[in-house]
DNA sequence: TCTGGGGTCCTAGGACCC
DNA sequence: TCTGGGGTCCTAGGACCC
């Protein structure tokens, strides 16, 4: 069996800093950095300049304003970052069906069997780079490679508007003294664990006795080997092709702690209507909810997860399920953050509820929603909420958000 | 005014059923 | 009055990715 696929891995720099620099001729050239709109934001992300002057994802602006004194804040305009990645991704699929988006900067392409119409892997990358260059002033990073594990590792060797091409019979050259924290998949603590076992470069991995990985990880130990090998059979898996969904959830942190029990609620409630409409919007309800609650410590967190009878997407029994579940619990803190999600999800069968009294919430749901979608969220919500002034603010979509929404279920 | 938000997958242990 | 055991569903928690 031959593994002779060649893979495009597409990562756009600093993509959410590009945009506002693209849209914005004052920023180009300076050190920006894209925050959310709310009091205890952090960087999402920050132009070249301003890494270059030591300012980091996810610091603090205090914290990047002092690294950084002439550092540029912009708040995150999520509509701009979806438009563009859609974009992004209709020009990729010029060069192959095959299309894979990862996250809302990162996409896969596989190419193999475009290859004889233009001409090369290689060619294809510099077209698609002009092409991005040109239409949104962006610059991306490529990498070529024989699966999605090494182009996403090519990628990442050049930055910023990098090329970098792994042949085949260059693999394990290029991954002799490579450290092992670059391959995706490896996080902080599984190095420290291989580390200890003595191993520190993919080529050590790979060469690493699979019994003594599987003794030490179970299962994904003989993952493991293979990917200090190089080695990857996952496919590209094109749009529309995903798995279902799994969960919807939506969390944030309040610009103050609070402990009054009614204020609680109110978030709750308001997270509920986030998660619920989101669920409506992908036709999918889910029997599964799940509470997250962080303390005012930072440290200190919990969550809870109740499973009902019967599958829901509306607010309000969103809503209820997660204050019986908070009902359970004597809070020991202020509270910080709050979050609820909803999983054990399963497409709705679109059919109108047999009684009258049904039908009605559901075109009072669907009214609402679809005000919504086109004033903004929250502009139409349940009363309990009008009095408050205190909203999330505008949170800037995470780069895990994809484009044309999430996976299959939004994709028509 | 220190430290965001959205996901997936895996494991371990308990309940319950046949 | 021992101690089976496989399968499924559930909760809780952790690691990883962007």
Known sequence: MTDHRTILHIDANAFF???EQSANP??????????????????????????AKGVKTGMAIWEAKRTCPELLIVVGD???????????????????????????????????????????????????????????????????????LLAKLASDMQKPDGLTIIEPDNVSRTLEHMLIKELCG????????????????CGELGRCEETRLTKKFGIIGKRLKEMGQGIDHSPVVRFGKEDDVKSVGHSMTLERDID??????????????????????????????????????????????????????????IFRAALSILNTVDLEQPVRLLGISLSNLKHQAEQLPLFEDERKKL???????????????????????????????????PPSWRPDGVKNIDVQ
Do not use: C
Not at 30 to 46: D, E, M, N
Not at 104 to 112: A, F, M
Not at 186 to 199: C, E, F
Not at 280 to 295: A, D, E, Q
């Open 363 to 397: 075109f009072a749901t669907q009214a609402m929603d679809s005000i919504n979608d086109r004033f903004g969220r929250m502009s139409v919500t349940y009363g309990t909420l009008l009095p408050g002034k205190e909203k999330a603010g505008s949170h800037v979509i």
């Open 260 to 317: 009054d029990p009614a204020e609680i609620r109110r978030f709750l409630l308001q997270l509920s209507e986030m998660v619920g409409s989101r669920a409506r919007r992908y036709n999918v309800s889910g029997k599964t909810i799940h509470l997250y609650v962080r303390y005012a410590d930072f440290f200190s967190s919990w969550g809870k997860q109740t499973t009902l009878k019967n599958y829901i997407n509306l607010s309000d029994e």
């Open 186 to 201: 490896i996080g902080k603590k599984m190095q420290r664990h291989l580390n200890m076992m003595s191993i520190y470069t």
């Open 78 to 148: 999520n509509k701009k970052y979806q438009y563009t990645s859609t974009k992004m991704n209709e020009i990729f699929r010029d060069y192959t069906p095959e299309v894979e988006a990862f996250s809302i900067d990162e996409s896969w392409l596989d190419v193999t069997h475009s290859l004889s119409i233009f001409g090369s892997a290689e060619n294809i990358a510099y077209i698609i780079k002009a092409r991005i260059k040109y239409q949104f002033d962006i610059t991306v990073s490529i990498g070529i490679a024989p699966n999605k």
């Open 17 to 19: 800093a590009s945009v």
């Open 26 to 51: 004052e920023l180009r050239g300076k050190p920006i950095a894209v925050v959310g709109g709310h009091g205890r934001t952090v960087i999402t992300t920050s132009s070249y300049e301003a890494r």
